[in-house]
């Protein structure tokens, strides 16, 4: 397994690994070329370590494994943060470490799959911390990350596309989709833009009112 770059720029994104299901070596090398600071949540700390990942930042609240060090002594120096507040996730307290820590922009991996609840509340953290940081979901089928109101980017035919409403998403215009929105409505639970797809090769364009919307950029492994 390849260590990330030695660097410390917080222009660069951070990494964190969370504790959902693992993604592929090829996903996760990817990622590991591009992240200055690599922060490991406690309970995917003996996994990460199996692949032999280098280690900035390891936290959580250890309530699996209360000697962590034991375990990081050959990943010296890496810096071990005890969090024991009940009152957020694991997730949400390591964004909070790299935000003050001026990190403006955050990859994250790991975090969907497993246990349904989980995935869910990480996902939902990407509209929480929109204003402070770039926040980005990475797995093998999907890149999760909040649009901001005026959006464009060019992409292939066929390439899978779905708008997630958090709440109710006013106002939607598209263009460049194979079903596109003029003033639309998205709420979550009752009309979701998933499973749509560009046209035709070139820009996708979507602006929307009111409300937070999330982009899911798909695509089928197999």
């Not at 090398?29 to 995917?44: R, S, Y």
């Not at 996994?47 to 032999?52: A, C, D, F, P, Q």
């Not at 403006?104 to 790991?110: F, Q």
């Not at 998933?194 to 492994?221: F, H, K, P, R, V």
């Amino acid at each position: 397994m390849s260590s990330h770059h030695i660097v410390r720029d917080t222009q660069e994104p951070a990494l964190i690994i969370a504790n959902g299901e693992a993604c592929s070596l090829d996903l996760l090398n990817q990622l590991l070329e591009w992240n200055p600071i690599v922060m490991v949540l406690d309970g995917a700390l003996q996994r990460v370590l199996e692949l032999g990942i280098k280690i900035d930042i390891v936290l959580g609240d250890f309530d699996r494994e209360h000697h962590p060090e034991n375990f990081l002594a050959h990943q010296n120096p890496v810096e071990i943060i005890h969090t024991p507040d009940q009152n957020k996730t694991d997730l949400e307290k390591g964004i909070d470490l790299l935000l003050s820590r001026n990190h403006k922009a955050i990859n994250i991996i790991w975090a969907t799959g497993r246990r349904a609840d989980h995935t869910i509340n990480n996902i939902s953290n990407l509209v929480r911390y929109q204003e402070q940081a770039t926040l980005v979901i990475y797995d093998d089928y999907s890149k999760i990350y909040c649009l901001p109101k005026k959006f464009d980017k060019w992409y292939t035919k066929g390439t899978p596309i779905s708008l997630i409403p958090i709440g109710i998403v006013s106002g939607i215009t598209t263009t460049g989709l194979k079903y596109n929105l003029v003033q639309d409505e998205l709420t979550i639970g009752y009309k979701s833009g998933s499973s749509n797809e560009a046209a035709e090769d070139g820009t996708i364009t979507i602006t929307y009112e009111q409300g937070n919307l999330l982009m899911m950029e798909c695509w089928d492994n197999a």
